[in-house]
């Protein structure tokens, strides 16, 4: 019998991406680079898919990038190879050919983490454990992260969206965003205006304390504020306005960072004014 797996050549509208897989498009050198190859030389390297239905549509598993490029570039068919597989194998398959790149953002780890977490208990729930290993020795076991910073990795799933950009962004440092996960989605809405309103990010010590007095039951915007409004060892003195005295002043559409940034130019432009009249 031989099981030898075939290319086969596909048309890219029979191939529909993976559902709700973490991996965000690219843009930059590694997009760039990759583009260039395949401009030149095609693609390469086979797509894995699984059929996803009767109609001859097929389900993308590792190669996202590549189908993305092709199809920016009018390529209408690519080589793929087709296996049949279950959803949790799927998955599993999706994530460990994809979490090794450098470039991967914490978000995507993140959820790429979960969802190859979830798929292992899927397969240990109908009896196909490996051995003596949990789920998460597992999970870790392709990965060079440790089964404990996967775990940190999953926890940022927990951060509402406005947090967990800020922490792609690398606005909010991985550690304090670990101990943030923790706090209810309306306290962390909470701790966001302050954040957009004191244009401050909290330390590890204020997010472990923010944990702690929402564990208490506690947390309400009053502590929020206090605690964000500590001076850090590296920060520096700032002067800070109430956002309601300055609103009337500015359109509606204007955020805080706008208003920021108009008084920081009004005043620019006053210093100029002061330097010509001490001529």
């Known amino acids: 019998m031989n099981n030898k797996e075939t290319i ?26 990759l583009k260039n190859s395949i401009s030149a030389q095609g693609t390469i390297e ?17 190669g996202h990038r590549r189908l993305e490029i092709c199809k920016e570039l009018g390529v209408t068919d690519v080589p793929v190879i087709a296996r049949n597989m279950t959803d949790a194998e799927a998955v599993i398959m999706m ?48 990965s060079d992260d440790s089964r404990e910073q996967i775990r940190r990795y999953i926890r940022l799933t927990y951060l509402i969206p406005e947090l967990l950009k800020m922490v792609d962004e690398k606005k909010i440092a991985f550690t304090p965003a670990v101990e943030l996960s923790y706090l ?25 304390r923010l944990r702690s007095v929402s564990k ?33 002043y500015f359109p509606n559409s204007y955020t805080n960072r706008d208003m920021q940034q108009t008084i920081i130019k009004l005043l620019e432009k006053w210093q100029r004014n002061r330097d010509r009249g001490a001529r």
């Not at 086969?8 to 680079?33: C, D, M």
């Not at 209810?184 to 472990?208: F, K």
């Open 184 to 208: 209810q989605e309306d306290e962390q809405q909470i701790l966001y205006s302050e954040i957009e309103y004191a244009d401050a990010t909290p330390s590890l010590s204020q997010a472990q």
């Open 8 to 33: 086969e050549n596909i048309s890219t509208e029979n191939l529909i991406p993976f559902k709700n897989h973490p991996f965000k498009s690219r843009s930059g050198n590694e997009q760039e680079e």
């Open 216 to 248: 208490q039951g506690l947390l309400n915007r009053d502590v929020i504020s206090t605690v964000m409004s500590e001076e850090k060892a590296n920060q520096k003195e700032q002067v800070r306005f109430i956002a309601e005295d300055i609103r009337k």
């Open 46 to 62: 086979p797509l894995i898919v699984r059929p996803f239905s009767s109609e001859g549509k097929y389900e993308v598993i590792s």
């Open 95 to 142: 994530v460990d050919s994809n979490i090794q790149r450098e470039s991967l953002l914490p978000s995507e780890k993140a959820f790429a983490y979960k969802m190859k977490l979830e798929a292992q208990k899927a397969i240990e729930k109908r009896g196909a454990q490996l051995g003596h290993l949990k789920s998460r020795d597992i999970v870790a076991r392709n």
